[in-house]
């Protein structure tokens, strides 16, 4: 039986000391690069395993983190999931998800289990502290917000500029030669939904395009709420020639609702998404939408969890991580229109 690697063997094929690796593996962010990956890669070769009950008993830490999302059946929340898995399990951390349901008891629940020691950490994904819960004392330590910001929360914060992406978002149509553009809203007053609202706004102004009331419409992320506001975007007398959702999910429900009215995609109807979940490619036709850099998310949320953790003084910043545009088959110019 091949002997177990310690993290001297490690140390010894690495030309550092004990310590670093130590550091390296810990998710500590006191190790630079190339050194840090140059110990990851050695400790992976060598299938380098923390002895997770040895340090527990010495740190008095359970290893493990919570990573809170609002719907665990949303595979949007995956990637982000298995970016922070990618760190965490460097540094012998186990991730745990949580399941909040919008429900502020379930909410309040995670939060009590990290007061009293359950987990070490916590990803929180849901936009919103809980309410009628003891938050801990050191929080800015033990919990890192991605996704979704929380304003007038002061904690490290990963996220996205949704207002700059349905900038760039609305500007593509625009380029295009789209003057009619509707859009779908997330549930307001969430915070992700205001900013993604509040860049459709910009834009239009800024390309000196008209915004009747109507062409604004209320979703709530879901598929059946995509293909309901299309119905009454369609049925308007004055019909938008493109429609930006704000997510994928309400842009694959547009297209249904276009096709059940006899329409194609994008001949007759442009559709614009947000995410770029796994289905955004797959979908027929493939979808055209916004990019979260989701793997990035979760990669930066938690090695910035990590630092905290490992002792670094906690910075209530924001890491804006940035999106791109992906240009599928859902959008085109629109008919009669010659550039």
Known sequence: MNKRAKIKDIALKAGVSPTTVSRALSGSGLVAE?????????????????NISARNLRTQKTMSILVV???????????IFKGAESIAHDA????????????????????????????????????????????????????VVALEMIDGVDLTHVVIDNEYASIEAIDHLVALGH?????????????????????????MKASGLSLPEAYVQQGDFSYRSGEMA?????????????????????????????????????DDLSIFGFDDTYLAEAFVP?????????????????????AHLSGDKPQTDSIVVPTEIVVRETTAPPKHFVE
């Open 179 to 203: 003057r009619k553009i509707a859009y779908i809203a997330g549930p307001i007053p969430e915070g992700m939904s205001v900013r993604r609202l509040a860049g459709f706004r910009h834009a």
């Open 286 to 306: 493939a979808l055209t939408t916004v990019r979260q850099p989701c793997l990035e998310i979760g990669r930066r949320a938690m090695t910035r969890l990590l």
């Open 230 to 266: 299309t119905n009454r975007l369609l049925d308007l007398p004055d019909r938008p020639t493109a429609i930006y959702t704000a997510n994928d999910e309400m842009a694959f429900g547009a297209i249904r609702a276009a096709k059940n009215k006899g329409l194609v995609v994008p």
């Open 34 to 50: 190339p050194t840090l990956s140059h110990v990851r890669e050695i400790a992976q070769t060598m299938r380098y395993r923390p």
């Open 92 to 143: 012998g951390y186990s991730l745990l998800m949580a399941n909040t349901e919008d429900d502020p008891n379930r909410e309040a629940d995670y939060f009590d289990m990290l007061n009293h020691g359950h987990a070490d950490g916590m990803i929180l994904m849901t936009g919103k502290m809980p309410v009628d819960c003891d938050l801990p004392v050191d929080i800015a330590q033990k919990v």
């Open 69 to 79: 999302v609002r719907d665990i059946g949303n595979p949007f929340y995956l990637d």
